[in-house]
């Protein structure tokens, strides 16, 4: 018996396949980064799309047009801060209608999000994300709080 250990494969192809990992490697990484990417850019979309909902919502419980677009504007930016999304410029534009009983009030929010800290990617700065929602007014909301 000699001292050397027996290796069922031995001859030129040995230590191929690090050499193949460390090629591949690199482009794992950058499909890995760029589904990263998707997910927060579909996250997000997600998140503002439920914001400018409850934006509408708040819109249309309010009494006058200029308290519908002060609530709009507030619950979107404590909706975005509670979703944990941070928007370099952030847009609500709230149609009223003159916020009659049974009319419909129109939200829009329009964030721009940063993405550029996926930078190995090539990424753009920041992905600009638009919602809208509609929520009627309340038909029977000038009868609350009155006496009968």
Avoid: N, W
């Avoid at 677009?69 to 847009?91: I, M």
């Amino acid at each position: 018996m000699t001292g050397e250990p027996t290796c069922a494969r031995r001859g030129p192809d040995r230590g191929s396949a690090t050499a193949e990992l460390v090629l591949i490697l690199p482009a794992l990484l950058l499909m890995l980064l760029f589904l990263v990417l998707c997910y927060r850019v579909s996250d997000a979309k997600l998140r503002i799309a439920d914001v400018a909902h409850q934006a509408a919502r708040a819109a249309s419980i309010a009494r006058t047009p200029a308290q519908a677009v002060t609530d709009a504007r507030s619950t979107a930016q404590t909706a975005l801060a509670s979703a944990g999304v941070t928007c370099q410029d952030l847009t609500v534009d709230t149609d009223t209608a003159g916020l009659a009983p049974g009319a419909l009030v129109r939200v829009t929010v329009t964030c721009t999000a940063r993405l550029d800290d996926l930078a190995m990617l090539g990424t753009p700065g920041s992905a600009t994300l638009h919602a809208s929602s509609t929520s009627p007014v309340d038909i029977y909301g000038d009868q609350l709080g009155q006496a009968p």
